[in-house]
């Protein structure tokens, strides 16, 4: 099979494509044909040498994917040869074929996209978790969003609306933002053009969003919790501008706010259960399209650097897969 393969930690472009032998199941496993790996911000992360996890080297990349059992091993019960299904396994997935956990593989209803299979679990679990779990997000309250149109912006934007809140959404250009508000968001704010906090101030009436769910960092951090709400809380969920922002400890205390932690992977491998009832409600507003993920780009195993790349230069929107 075709994988692609990081030999040390560095740039993207050091990434080969290489032909392995095909794995085999062992007790328990599964092999999954791929037919979509999702794309993630953590992979370009991993592959550099940057993420909190760094798998032994050499490695495939790719932390989640869609497609058809090719290969099943002794004791699995619920999956067969020529089911759909999707998985996240945190690398393996850049390749023709991945080795599975079954217990870690979920059955596909008829019709289900591979593209939004391969999408859902990393980003739209992240989101999920974090508005629901984390900052117990109400109807009626004020979301704000930055970075909107990225995987896990975007994904926040729609899972807010659908919980039934007012979603504010902040992004760096007029195409991004016009992406948010097709997906359900109520206000816009162009951070790169506009003053977020006097525009915050302007939509909400001087009283701030009651949640922030923040995957970027940087300036925005500060401007953004400054403008939070009494008893607001603020997700800390990603530093995708690079830099890990401080915070002066008054300001939780002047708004009586929360500073919410989010780590999805941790909390989906600490409370599996919950993970899943997360995830069977994803792919149940999937299929009644409550939430309408976007897959913006399609790229080879070849292109994966460019992938890669795209993400890190802000170029993408929504969502984009490998399709090897
Ligand atoms: N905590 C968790 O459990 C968890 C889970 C998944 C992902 N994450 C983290 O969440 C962040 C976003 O992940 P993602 O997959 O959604 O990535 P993404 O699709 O690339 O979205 C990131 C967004 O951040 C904004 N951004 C601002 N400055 C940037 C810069 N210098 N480079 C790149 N983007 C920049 C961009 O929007 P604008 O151009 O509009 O500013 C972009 O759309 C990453 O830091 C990732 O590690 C955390």
Redesign the pocket.
């Known amino acids: 099979m075709k994988a692609v393969v990081v030999d040390r930690f560095g740039p993207l472009e050091q990434l080969r494509v290489a032909e392995l032998p095909d794995p085999t199941p062992g007790p328990g496993e599964v092999v999954l044909d791929v037919h979509a790996a999702g794309v993630?911000?953590?992979d370009a992360?991993m592959v550099q040498g940057q993420?909190q996890i760094k798998p032994p080297l050499p490695f495939t990349p790719g932390a989640e994917a869609a497609g058809i059992v090719s290969a099943v091993g002794e004791g699995v019960r619920h999956l067969k040869v020529g089911d759909h299904a999707a998985t996240f396994t945190g690398t393996g997935a850049f390749a023709e074929k991945l080795l599975a956990p079954a217990a870690q593989v979920t059955p596909l209803p008829p019709g289900f996209s591979f593209d939004i299979a391969a999408s859902l679990t990393?980003?739209y679990g992240?989101s999920y978790?974090?508005l629901v779990n984390r900052a117990q997000l109400q109807a009626g309250e004020t979301l704000l969003v930055?970075?909107?149109?990225?995987?896990?912006?975007l994904?926040a934007v729609m899972i807010g609306k659908a919980l039934g809140a007012r979603v504010i959404a902040?992004?760096?250009?007029e195409e991004?933002l016009a992406l948010t508000r097709q997906h359900g968001a109520d206000e816009t704010i162009n951070?790169?053009s506009e003053d977020l906090r006097a525009r915050l101030k302007e939509l909400t009436g001087g009283q701030g969003p009651n949640v922030v769910y923040d995957?970027?960092?940087?300036d925005?951090t500060e401007a953004a919790f400054r403008s939070v709400a009494w008893g607001g809380r603020y997700l800390?969920?990603?530093?995708?501008?690079?830099e890990i922002p401080r915070l002066p400890l008054n300001l939780p205390l002047l708004k009586g706010a929360s500073l919410v932690?989010?780590?999805?992977?941790?909390?989906a491998r600490r409370d599996p259960r919950a993970n899943v009832a997360n995830l069977t409600q994803l792919a149940r507003w999937v299929g009644d399209g409550t939430i309408r993920p976007v897959i913006s780009e399609r790229y080879t195993l070849e292109q994966a650097p460019e992938a890669l790349r795209a993400?890190?230069?802000?170029r993408?929107?929504?969502?984009v897969t490998l399709v090897p």
């Open positions: 993630n911000y953590p992360l993420y990393l980003a992240t978790h974090a930055l970075g909107a149109a990225g995987g896990v912006g994904a902040a992004a760096s250009s991004k951070y790169a995957p970027v960092g940087g925005y800390v969920v990603g530093f995708a501008n690079g932690g989010v780590f999805w992977g941790e909390f993400l890190l230069e802000r993408v929107t929504g969502k």
